[in-house]
C-alpha cells in the first residue's frame, strides 16, 4: 500500500471527483480540498481511511498551506466556467493556480500537477 499523500484542490467538482478516484484506486492517501467539504461525502462516502476531505479556498494562502502539509502530490482541478464577482477566470485560472504552485515549492511538495476543464 502507498501511504503517500495527495491533495486535490477542486476534488469534488467535475474534473477533480475523478482526479481522486483514480488516485484512490492507485493506492494513494487522498486529501480532497475544496470550499464544500461536505460535497466530499456524498461523493465518496465516509467510511474510506484513505479519504480526508478539508476546506479549502485557492484564493487564501493560509488554507492551501494547510491542506497541503505533509502532502507529496498536489493536484490543481479547480476550473471556473462563469464569472461571478471576484471570481474572474483571471483570479482562479492564473493568480490562484499560482498561488497553489508557490505554497507546494513551500510545503516541500514532490510533484505538482495542475488540470482544467476548460477547453
Request: no cysteine; glycine share 10%; aromatic share 6%.
Amino acid at each position: 500500500m502507498n501511504h503517500r499523500v495527495v491533495t486535490v484542490f477542486g476534488g469534488t467538482g467535475f474534473l477533480g471527483r475523478r482526479v481522486v478516484r483514480h488516485l484512490r484506486n492507485g493506492g494513494f492517501f487522498v486529501r480532497i480540498a475544496s470550499r464544500h467539504p461536505e460535497r466530499a461525502e456524498k461523493l465518496f462516502g465516509s467510511d474510506d481511511p484513505q479519504l480526508q476531505s478539508v476546506e479549502a479556498d485557492i484564493h487564501d494562502e493560509r488554507a492551501i498551506a494547510d491542506a497541503l502539509a505533509g502532502a507529496f502530490g498536489v493536484v490543481n482541478a479547480v476550473s471556473l466556467y462563469v464569472e461571478r464577482g471576484q471570481e474572474t477566470f483571471h483570479s482562479v485560472h492564473v493568480e490562484s493556480a499560482r498561488r497553489v504552485a508557490a505554497q507546494a515549492h513551500r510545503a516541500g511538495v514532490e510533484r505538482l500537477a495542475h488540470v482544467s476543464g476548460i477547453g
